[in-house]
């Protein structure tokens, strides 16, 4: 197999499940050293409690073909994210490629079908924390490496290409923030000869999805009975090859700015799932009447 990522460094921020997952096995599959980071280690749960690890990822990532670097980071504790990017200049001679912004931890924060109002006030001001402020805060001490060095790529996970309302106040706020803090970075680090972007995935059949409907990869289809959307799901592995897709693109430097998806880069790049199928969530969408995709 090829390696168009060998001799890259990432940091997947957030890598510990679902999308990021995905992105740094992906990555590690280029042949790319990925630096994974997150709040959840063998021994220590974070509060979202679930079983994975930045150790398992890790060693995913070197079982792919790269080399996988486990690392405990709390991404709004300004000081731990500090102490990741002295960590990657020191071993890496000031090396860093590619930087993937996917943490999140606000699976157990929103409340559906209930008014901003009548939510609880910390859980929406936590969400804001944990999903944009910690992006803010990684990029600001990852982005000076990339700046010595007058190359990079800057990659915000978000959910959506557009800034439509997304059926809860804080949600959207914090998954509209970031399409635009890509946008704005774009603009400003566009002279260094580096690229800032966000991208989205379709419906993503994580570890924690697949929890949810009580299922497991092996019989994923069954879920279709408690909800037939689920047939056009996709896997981490999907939004991985994306990111390597464009990790490994001489010209990604055109997507700068861009709220980019999944589906609309295989149908660029032509990767596929883990099982070969190309899930199109935007176009399915779009003819089930949820939403029409708009430029951000």
Do not use: C
């Amino acid at each position: 197999m090829t390696k168009p990522l060998a001799g890259k460094i990432a940091v997947v921020a957030g890598g510990t499940r679902g999308a990021g997952r995905g992105i740094a096995v992906a990555l590690g599959e280029a042949g790319a050293t990925v630096y994974v980071t997150g709040r959840s280690v063998r021994g220590s749960q974070s509060d979202l409690q679930r079983s994975e690890t930045i150790e398992e990822t890790a060693e995913m990532v070197t079982a792919a073909g790269g080399t996988g670097i486990a690392m405990r980071v709390d991404h709004t504790r300004e000081e731990e994210v500090r102490e990741l990017f002295a960590r990657v200049n020191a071993e890496q001679d000031g090396q860093l490629d590619i930087l993937v912004n996917d943490v999140w931890g606000g699976e157990q924060l929103y409340e559906w079908g209930k008014p901003f109002w009548e939510q609880s006030l910390p859980n929406g001001l936590l969400m804001q924390t944990r999903g944009i402020h910690s992006h803010l805060i990684t990029s600001h001490y990852g982005a000076p490496l990339m700046i010595a060095k007058k190359r990079g790529l800057i990659i915000e996970i978000t959910d959506g290409t557009d800034y439509r309302y997304r059926g809860n106040l804080y949600y959207s706020l914090a998954k509209i923030s970031v399409i635009h803090l890509a946008k704005a970075m774009a603009a400003e680090l566009r002279p260094h000869n580096i690229t800032a972007l966000s991208l989205t995935p379709g419906f993503l059949r994580s570890e924690e999805m697949l929890d949810h409907f009580g299922v497991t990869e092996e019989n994923w289809r069954d879920a279709a009975k408690i909800d037939p959307n689920f047939l056009q799901s996709e896997t981490p592995a999907y939004i991985g090859r994306a990111v390597a897709a464009l990790a490994a693109d001489p010209d990604v430097g055109r997507h700068s700015g861009k709220a980019l998806s999944t589906w609309g880069l295989s149908d660029e790049y032509g990767f596929t799932d883990y099982d070969g199928r190309r899930p199109h969530w935007g176009r399915y969408a779009e003819e089930q009447g949820f939403y029409r995709e708009e430029e951000a």
